[in-house]
Structure formats: structure tokens, C-alpha cells
């Protein structure tokens, strides 16, 4: 069976330092489901995996028990050369996603070739009420469309998420940060006309300060638009 063998493979590759470290800094998953791989590791088992045959078993054998698990299947959905089963397999796997770590290193290089298909995608994900799939939304937009495929109606969109989750809150202080970096002058009245909730509306300034990206004078100002809790 594939999955004892992807179970045997990972206890083989397990730091148990590394194992300490990641169970402080993904809170939301349960210590007992981190094995302590490194990333690198799993990147490579990833590819590996994927010329298997029965990857599918793989893919389909859900919810996994361990952390890795989900890591192997963000990385092996990310080198899917396959759109159509790819949107097909991120879709079915991001209900399962219970961390930051595993939804923002899960991004396929096929969807830029693809979106169109990706921004509908995109809004259902957004919509979710499911944090991880919510964040991904964001995330993906934050990849895909803040360059040559621009538009501000995703700023407006990002705008009005309001959430009680951290990471989701998270994520789009970190969209419009990166929007402030890439597309300044349509992103700045987002920020000036107070837009986003007080907590989310300061992180983005805060990470657009600490932004190379980000001009001297442009922080300067945007320090001057923090708004009191």
C-alpha cells in the first residue's frame, strides 16, 4: 500500500529538532501529527512519488493523520502538469488544510497558464467559510494578480472579507501589503479611506513599511495612516 510505504519513508527521513521547532509555529495542528520532515525532503519524496502509478490512491486516501502527508500532497498537486486535474484535486484537498504552512506552499505552476479557469476558482474560495480555503483564495490572488492581470475590483473584493481567523486576517494584510508594493496608486485609497477592519487595515501598513519594495517616502506616509484600535 502507498501510504504505509509513504509512512515508512517519512519516519526514515524524521529530525527530531525540526520536529520541535514546527510544532511551535503551526499551532492549529495537533503535535501528535508532526513526524519533523524537512522541507527540502519532502519536496524531493514529492517527486518521486508522483511517477508512481498508484499516486491516486495517494490522493484520494483522505483525511491523512500526518502533517507530511499534507505537505506531500500540496507539493505533488503543485507539480501537476495536468490543469484540469489539478484545479480538480487542490479543490478537493483544501477542506482537508488545517495550517498556513500547507496552504501557501501549495501553489500549481500550471494555473497561470490557466486564468480564466483560475479566477472563477478564486471567488468560490474566497467565499468559503472555511479558513484555509478562504486564505488560499487570497493567496492565489495575491500570486497571480497583482502584474500584468490587474484589476482594482480584487482589491474591492479582498476588501470586504471580514473574518474572526487570524491566518485569513493574516493573509490579506499581506495581500494589500504586497499590493501597495506592486500596484501603489490604486491601492493607497483602500488604505486612506480606511477600507479594511483596524487590525487588518495596521498589519498591512506595518508589512508594507518593512518592505524593500516600498519607497522611503511611501512608508513615511503610510506610517501617518495607522489608526487606533
Known sequence: MISADIYKELVSLQDKGYRDMQITIIPSVNADSIIGVRTPALRSLAKELSKREDIDTFL????????????LHAFILSGMKDAAKAFELVD???????NWATCDQMS?????????ILLEYINKWISSDLAYVKRFGIGMLMEHFLD?????????KVSKIRSDEYYVNMMTAWYFATALAKQYDATLPYIEKQK??????NKSIQKAVESYRITPE??????TLKRKA
Do not use: R
Open 92 to 98: 478537493k484537498f483544501l477542506p482537508y488544510v488545517d
Open 148 to 156: 500584468e492581470d490587474f484589476k482594482t475590483t480584487y482589491l474591492t
Open 218 to 223: 511611501q512608508k513615511e506616509y503610510l506610517k
Open 196 to 201: 479594511l477592519d483596524i487590525w487588518t487595515h
Open 108 to 116: 500549481p505552476k500550471i494555473f497561470k497558464k490557466h486564468k480564466d
Open 60 to 71: 484520494n486516501d483522505l483525511p491523512h493523520k500526518y502533517f507530511e502527508e499534507n505537505q
